[in-house]
Each structure stands twice: as structure tokens, then as C-alpha cells.
């Protein structure tokens, strides 16, 4: 049981070893760059959000036609 102990606790820290390793290697960007990326996202998602909405509303208004 002793031994299982020891080997858990070594996974443990290796694996944080290997987190700890690959966060060093990550090359954050500066903050002009996410910030002109974030409202890139946020427009896209609005005009996507409209798109859908005009096509989910012609969609129902032709089904209303439709049906009486």
C-alpha cells in the first residue's frame, strides 16, 4: 500500500512538472493584439446572431403563410 502511495505521489508531480513546463512554453500575446481579437469576436458573433435571427423569422413567417 506504502508503495502505491510513493508512485501516486510521483504522478502527481510529474504531471504538475509537465503543466508547469508547457505553460512556460506558451507565448501570450500582447495586449493590443487580444483586445482587437475580442471585438473581432464580439462583432462576428452579433452579425451572426442577426443573420440567424432574419432567417429564423422569414423561416416562421413563410410556415405561417403556409398553414392558413
Known amino acids: 500500500m506504502a508503495d502505491n502511495a510513493k508512485t501516486a505521489g510521483k504522478a502527481k ?3 504538475f512538472q ?3 513546463s508547457e505553460f512556460q512554453k506558451i507565448i501570450w500575446t ?3 493584439t487580444l483586445v482587437k ?3 473581432a469576436v ?3 458573433t452579433v452579425i451572426l446572431g442577426v ?3 432574419l432567417l429564423d423569422s422569414g ?3 413563410g410556415l405561417n403563410l403556409l398553414m392558413k
Open 13 to 15: 508531480k510529474g504531471f
Open 18 to 20: 509537465g503543466v508547469k
Open 30 to 32: 500582447d495586449k493590443q
Open 37 to 39: 481579437q475580442t471585438i
Open 42 to 44: 464580439v462583432v462576428i
Open 51 to 53: 443573420i440567424i435571427s
Open 59 to 61: 423561416v416562421l413567417a
